[in-house]
């Protein structure tokens, strides 16, 4: 019963800026990482940004300086601003958890959003 949702895609000039949002609802011990993948047409889905539970954060190299990943852990919320975006950016984004449903470690489980569209005009 645990549920990813994401928001805040849309359509943006390039130079311009949006934040996604995921929240995760449902039962769960804790949240030991999160991560934002995105996918364009004819391509493989590739990593974004992951943020794990330490607070580590670790970026894909074309959008270092651009993106930034970060959680809310009082609401169960992991956010990715982009900023200076480019038509290559745009892609469907999907949100990745990786949760701890209960006190064992191999109760962890990999769950994802449903996906928004992001698309960057010229």
């Known amino acids: 019963q645990v549920q990813l949702v994401e928001s805040g895609g849309g359509l943006v000039q390039a130079g311009g800026s949006l934040r996604l949002s995921c929240a995760v609802s449902?039962?769960?011990?804790?949240?030991?990482?999160m991560g934002w993948y995105r996918q364009a047409p004819g391509k493989q889905r590739e990593l974004v940004a992951v943020v794990t539970s330490a607070g580590t954060t670790t970026y894909v190299d074309s959008v270092k300086g651009r993106f930034t990943i970060s959680r809310d852990n009082d609401k169960s919320t992991v956010y990715l601003q982009m900023n200076s975006l480019k038509p290559e950016d745009t892609a469907v984004y999907y949100c990745?958890?990786?949760?701890?449903?209960?006190?064992?470690?191999?109760?962890?489980?990999?769950?994802w959003g449903q996906g928004t569209q992001v698309t960057v005009s010229s």
């Open positions: 990745n958890g990786r949760i701890q449903t209960r006190w064992k470690s191999l109760s962890e489980g990999t769950y």
């Open positions: 449902g039962s769960f011990f804790s949240i030991n990482a």
